[in-house]
């Protein structure tokens, strides 16, 4: 009798065990995928990984954390202590360890370009810290996680904030620095992008008969010899051009070489470049805006849930606007770094304008409507100054339109600038006072070609008080906030102006300068 008992209660209670292991195991499924899509484990092998991420996920498993965290333990006593170059491998192998836990390496890089950098005295050495942060998010933990938008967003970052802003003093070297270096892989001031992104496959093009030959003649053993050889003189050495056939070779494996070497090491895609100066208009790719725009695109086309969208939106908006205001190059120096100068991209005007308007109607932010109600009063002056002065009217137009009840929009074009001129003399960046004082030494050089020479003079004099002006304001933080001297900025300028001026105007304006030069050696 009990036996039947505990027969029958067995057989009750199977189904309800079968039952609930049937439950447990939907629910497991639900909790897998969840841990799964939030990242809460990973234990999962890493496509195309190194041999020692391949091995730590495998053989250490759950057990890398726990490293990870030690390693995180040790870089925060190293940097309360002082001691930041064993930070790198640290950072490197943290990153290896948690390859998905990209908020720590984030923090990581963020932590060596800003906190540990501004440590150094040498800007060469906070230069050096600050790629090496770049260098972890881009090199290695977007070599792991390509799709994760935060990672392009904190590469933007970098670029938009460390290297373009003025806050930090060594802020000039490192531009200058940046267009060293890049102008190094381009092999000229700017790249021919459609060639660039046209270029054979190095690896095919070095199959070809006649070029093989020219390598192994020059003495290189082999490519990766010969690529090397390239990449530290930053062209062909002469015995290597010796032995070419043609020009033609010689300008595909060029091409070939650098195409790999911007994609290879500096990560950047000379099609997606291509693509966004078709978009805006050619960018001046030795400067940090269009680098923080490049990866702040990227971080959007990866954004699938719109988590930082805003943020890249702003990003992209705010590096157009600078390199609108300063986006060309006019001097640099491998010697001195303070002979770094930019001037305004005045060709991106439209551009920028378009792309603030299309943020505010996607993100219906009244953040980006006043964005774009500076940037255009910006660009009326700017356009004003560089003699545009039928565009400048039609974007103060278009600033009466956008804000009807704004009565310093009512102005004529003319009062409208002086008074923007005023304001920006007493609280104005390095940028704003250059802006000023470049737009009235190009004005000052088209009156000069025009044989306005009264009038050309005027403007000069004007440019001397507002520089007399803006050095009095800033003399007690030249370092960081000065700029060239004058009589830099002037030649530069005319220069500048004899090269892009129409043959007719460039031809007026060195007669001109000529007439002067010669009054001048006569009083």
């Known amino acids: 009798m009990n036996f039947l008992k505990i027969r029958k209660k067995i057989l009750f209670f199977i189904p309800l065990f079968i039952f609930f292991i049937f439950l447990s195991n939907l629910l497991q499924i639900k909790i897998n995928k969840i841990r799964d899509e939030k990242k809460l484990t990973d234990t999962t092998i890493i496509e195309n990984a190194p041999p020692i991420i391949a091995f730590t996920t495998v053989a250490l498993g759950s057990f890398r954390g726990l490293l990870a965290d030690l390693l995180w333990l040790r870089v925060i006593r190293l940097q309360d202590q002082g001691q930041y170059f064993e930070m790198v491998q640290l950072a490197s192998w943290i990153t290896k360890l948690q390859p998905r ?47 994760d938008p935060i990672l392009y967003k904190e590469l933007g970052w970098i670029y938009q904030h460390k290297l373009g802003n003025i806050m930090d003093d060594a802020n000039i070297y490192y531009k200058n620095q940046l267009a060293l270096e890049m102008m190094k892989v381009f092999g000229a001031e700017t790249p021919n992008w459609e060639e660039l992104k046209n270029a054979e496959d190095l690896n095919e093009l070095v199959k070809e008969k006649t070029i093989a030959e020219a390598i192994l003649s020059a003495g290189f053993k082999n490519t990766s010899d010969m690529e090397r050889d390239f990449r530290i003189r930053g062209g062909f050495s002469q015995k290597l051009r010796e032995q070419f056939r043609s ?11 650098r195409k790999k070497w911007l994609k290879e090491i500096y990560k950047l895609d000379p099609q997606k470049v291509y693509e966004l100066n078709k978009k805006y208009g050619a960018f001046d790719w030795r400067l940090p805006e269009a680098h923080a725009i490049y990866w702040a695109t990227l971080g959007i086309t990866y954004d699938r849930n719109g988590q930082i969208e805003i943020n890249c939106d702003r990003m992209i908006t705010q590096s157009l606007k600078e390199a609108f205001l300063a986006g060309k190059i006019l001097i640099y120096d491998e010697n001195d770094y303070r002979n770094f100068m930019t001037i305004p991209n005045l060709n991106l005007a439209d551009a920028v304008k378009k792309t603030y308007q299309e943020a505010y109607k996607r993100q219906k932010s009244n953040s980006f409507r006043a964005a774009l109600e500076n940037f255009m009063i910006d660009a009326t002056v700017l356009l004003y100054n560089f003699g545009q002065y039928q565009k400048a009217e039609e974007y103060l137009q278009q600033l009466r339109e956008l804000s009807p009840d704004n009565p310093k929009f009512k102005k004529n074009v003319d009062h409208f600038v002086l008074k923007e001129w005023t304001e920006d003399v007493q609280m104005s960046t390095p940028r704003q006072a250059m802006d000023i004082i470049s737009g009235l030494l190009y004005r000052t050089c088209f009156l000069l070609a025009a044989g306005e020479v009264n009038s050309a003079s005027s403007h000069e004099r004007l440019a001397f008080a507002v520089y007399q002006r803006y050095y009095r304001d800033q003399k007690h933080s030249w370092g960081r ?43």
């Open 101 to 147: 836990f990209t908020g720590a390496t984030a923090y990581l890089a963020w932590n060596m370009a800003y906190n540990i950098s501004v440590t150094c005295s040498s800007f060469e050495d906070r230069w050096r810290w600050i790629k090496k942060g770049i260098e972890l998010i881009r090199d290695e933990a977007l070599f792991y996680n390509p799709g």
């Open 481 to 523: 906030m000065g700029l060239p001297p004058f009589k830099e900025i002037k030649n530069d300028i005319t220069q500048t102006c004899i090269k892009l001026f129409p043959e007719k105007l460039s031809n007026a304006l060195k007669l001109q300068l000529k007439i002067l030069e010669n009054e001048n050696r006569s009083q």
């Open 247 to 257: 020009k033609e070779d010689m300008k595909k494996l060029d091409l070939a070489l």
